[in-house]
C-alpha cells in the first residue's frame, strides 16, 4: 500500500481525520531516513532490532538498500538478515522479498555461495508468485539473469531479463528502485550482445537515479559502463563529462566506498586502453592497483583486480617495457593458482584473463630477435581457440594474425565467425590470408590484392586514430616491395607531426622509420642516416623482430643505390 498523501487526496473530504494521520506518518518517514543516514553500521543494527510495526520496516528498506548497494560485508549482511527476522514477525512478504533480494546481493559476489543464493531466490520467486508481487518477481528475474551470465549465458541471461522489463511495464505497479536495477542490467546486456549504443540513454536515466539517490558504487559502475560505449562511438564530450562527475567532485568521491574509487580508476583506465590512450591508462589502473591490492579479497571487485593485471600487461607491452609486462604475467598467472581465487573465479572470467594474457606472451615474444612461430604452436594454438569466442585486443589480435603463421584453413574459419574483436580485424584476417595464397599469380599482383583489401576495409565513426595508422603501415610495406617508393611519403606525411599520438611504441617507431624511407625516395638525403637513428631505437628498446626488418629496408635501398650508380 503506498502511503503517500497525493493518492488519498481525492478522498480527502470523507477521510480527512485519515488523510492527517497518514501525512504524520509521511513525515515520520522522511525523518527516519534522514537520521538513518548518519548511522554507522552497530547503531543501525541496534534500530533494526527495535523495529516495531510494518511502516518503520517498509521505510527502513529505502534506506537498507543504499546501505547495501555501498556496501558489501558480513555487518551489512547481519542487518539484512536482522530485518528479514522483523518481516516474518510482521508477517510482511513484500518487505520480505525486498530483503531477500538484498541478502543474496551481499553474497552473490563470490560463486561459492550460489548453492545458498538459489535456495534463496527460490523463496522469492515462491513468496512473489503468492502474494502476485511483481516488484519482487521482476527482481528474481534480475537475479536469475545476473547468474546465467557469470556463468556464460548471455543469451540466456538476456532472455531472462526480459521477462523482468515485461513485468514492469505497468507503471503504476512498480516502485523505482526495481526498474532502474532491472533497465541497467536490461541495457548491460544489450550492449555486450549486441553492442548497440542507442542503450546508452536508458543507462543515463539509471546514472541519473543512482545519484539521487545515494546509490554511488552503481552510479560509479555506470558510468564506467557508459565510457565504455562512448570510447566505442568516438564520443570524448561525453567521456569527459562522465569522469568529471566522478574525478571532479571531491564530495561525491570522497563518499565513494573504498573499492568502488578503485572500479571507477579501473573503468576508466579501460576506456583508455580501449582508445590505445596508453599513458593514461596505465596511470588509471596503476591506481586502481594500489586501491584494490590490500582489499581485493574482501570486495566484490576481486575479479577485476585480477583482470587489472591482465590489462596492464597489455599497456605496458605495448609501450614497449616488455620485461615489464613479462613481469605482472608471471604474477597474474601465480595470482590465479591461489585457492581464494579458484574457488571464487568463474569459468567466463578466468578464460578470459588467460587469453588476454596469451596474447601478451605472444606479443612480447614476437618482437624479439629470434622470435620462431613453429616454437610456440601450443600458445599459439590456445590464442586461436581463444579468439573464436573471447574479447581480444585490436592491435594484439592483429599482431596475432600477421606472425601466428596460421594455415588457411584456421584463418578462413576465423573469418567466418561473427565476433566484436574478430570482425574489427577483418580486413587484417583478409590480408593474413591473401599472404597464404599459393596461386601462382605474380608476386605485384599479390601486393596490390593486399593494398586493395586495406583501402576497402570497413571504416566508420567507431574507427580509431591507431586503427589507420596500422593499415597505412601495412599499405606503405607492399608498396615498398612494388618500388611504388614516390606514393609512400604522400601515404604517412599525415602522421609526420603525430607521432607522439602513436603510444604503442614500435609502432612509432615504425611509423618513424618508414617516413624517413618515404621522404628519402621523394628526394630527402638524410633519409638512411635518420632510418638508421630508429635503428639503434629499436636496439635499445629490444624490438629485434622490427630491428631485423628495418635492416634489411636499409639494405634494400643500399642495392637500389648501387645499381643506379652502375
Not at 534506506?63 to 528479514?84: D, P, T
Not at 536469475?144 to 543469451?155: K, P, T, Y
Not at 597464404?436 to 576497402?456: A, D, G, P, V
Not at 574507427?463 to 601495412?474: G, R
Request: glycine share 2%; aromatic share 12%; with cysteine.
Amino acid at each position: 500500500m503506498d502511503l503517500t498523501p497525493s493518492i488519498w487526496y481525492p478522498l480527502f473530504c470523507f477521510f480527512s481525520n485519515f488523510i492527517q494521520r497518514n501525512i504524520l506518518v509521511y513525515k515520520l518517514i522522511q525523518e527516519l531516513e534522514s537520521e538513518w543516514d548518519k548511522l554507522n553500521e552497530k547503531e543501525i543494527l541496534e534500530k533494526v532490532k527495535k523495529l516495531s510495526d510494518i511502516i518503520e520496516l517498509k521505510k527502513i528498506i529505502e534506506s537498507l538498500r543504499v546501505l547495501c548497494a555501498n556496501k558489501k560485508n558480513k555487518q551489512v549482511l547481519q542487518i539484512v538478515e536482522e530485518a528479514i527476522n522483523a518481516s516474518n514477525l510482521f508477517d510482511d512478504k513484500e518487505s520480505l522479498v525486498n530483503l531477500y533480494e538484498l541478502k543474496i546481493k551481499q553474497m552473490i559476489n563470490k560463486i561459492t555461495n550460489f548453492s545458498k543464493v538459489e535456495l534463496i531466490l527460490n523463496k522469492m520467486k515462491e513468496i512473489s508468485e503468492t502474494v502476485k508481487y511483481r516488484n519482487g518477481l521482476a527482481l528474481v528475474y534480475q537475479i536469475q539473469s545476473h547468474i546465467e551470465f557469470v556463468n556464460g549465458n548471455l543469451r540466456k541471461s538476456n532472455e531472462t531479463i526480459k521477462k523482468a522489463i515485461d513485468l514492469l511495464s505497468v507503471e503504476d505497479e512498480r516502485d523505482s528502485y526495481t526498474y532502474n536495477i532491472c533497465t541497467y542490467s536490461f541495457a548491460v546486456g544489450k550492449w555486450l550482445s549486441e553492442h548497440n549504443s542507442d542503450i546508452s540513454t536508458i543507462i543515463e536515466e539509471n546514472l541519473d537515479y543512482f545519484y539521487k539517490k545515494g546509490l554511488y558504487r552503481s552510479f560509479a559502475q555506470a558510468i564506467a559502463i557508459l565510457n565504455i560505449i562512448y570510447m566505442r562511438m568516438q564520443n570524448s564530450k561525453k567521456i569527459l563529462e562522465n569522469s568529471k562527475k566522478i574525478f571532479s567532485n571531491k564530495t561525491l568521491f570522497e563518499e565513494l566506498p573504498l573499492d568502488v574509487k578503485g572500479i571507477s580508476y579501473f573503468f576508466s583506465g579501460v576506456g583508455c586502453m580501449l582508445d590505445l590512450n596508453l599513458n593514461f591508462a596505465e596511470s588509471y589502473f596503476k591506481d586502481a592497483y594500489n586501491i584494490l591490492k590490500p582489499i581485493h579479497k574482501e570486495s566484490i571487485y576481486f575479479s577485476n583486480f585480477i583482470i587489472l593485471h591482465s590489462f596492464l600487461c597489455t599497456v605496458t607491452a605495448l609501450q614497449g617495457k616488455l620485461e615489464k609486462s613479462l613481469q605482472l604475467i608471471e604474477e597474474a598467472e601465480n595470482l590465479l593458482k591461489q585457492e581464494f581465487f579458484e574457488k571464487n573465479l568463474d569459468l567466463g572470467t578466468k578464460k578470459q584473463i588467460y587469453h588476454t594474457l596469451n596474447l601478451n606472451k605472444f606479443y612480447v615474444y614476437s618482437r624479439l630477435k629470434k622470435f620462431d612461430s613453429e616454437e610456440m604452436q601450443d600458445l599459439i594454438e590456445k590464442i586461436f581457440m581463444g579468439s573464436k569466442t573471447l574479447y581480444s585486443d585490436f592491435l594484439l589480435l592483429s599482431e596475432f594474425m600477421l606472425n601466428a603463421n596460421l594455415v588457411s584453413r584456421k584463418i578462413e574459419e576465423l573469418l567466418s565467425i561473427d565476433n566484436f574483436s574478430l570482425n574489427r580485424v577483418k580486413h587484417i584476417i583478409l590480408f593474413t590470408l591473401q599472404k597464404e595464397n599459393t596461386k601462382e599469380e605474380s608476386s605485384n599482383w599479390r601486393y596490390l590484392q593486399r593494398i586493395e583489401i586495406l583501402n576497402k576495409r570497413k571504416r566508420t565513426t567507431k574507427t580509431t586514430f591507431i586503427e589507420n595508422v596500422f593499415a597505412d603501415l601495412l599499405i606503405a610495406q607492399q608498396l615498398f616491395s612494388l618500388k611504388r617508393y614516390e606514393e609512400i611519403y604522400p601515404l604517412l606525411r599525415k602522421y609526420e607531426k603525430k607521432l607522439q599520438k602513436i603510444e604503442v611504441l614500435e609502432l612509432r617507431i615504425f611509423m618513424e622509420a618508414f617516413i624517413q624511407v618515404g621522404a628519402y625516395k621523394s628526394g630527402d638525403p638524410l633519409g638512411p642516416a635518420l632510418q638508421y637513428i630508429v635503428i639503434k631505437k629499436c636496439r635499445h628498446y629490444g624490438f629485434g623482430s622490427l630491428e631485423s626488418i628495418l635492416l634489411n629496408y636499409l639494405d634494400m635501398q643500399y642495392k637500389d643505390i648501387q645499381s643506379f650508380i652502375r
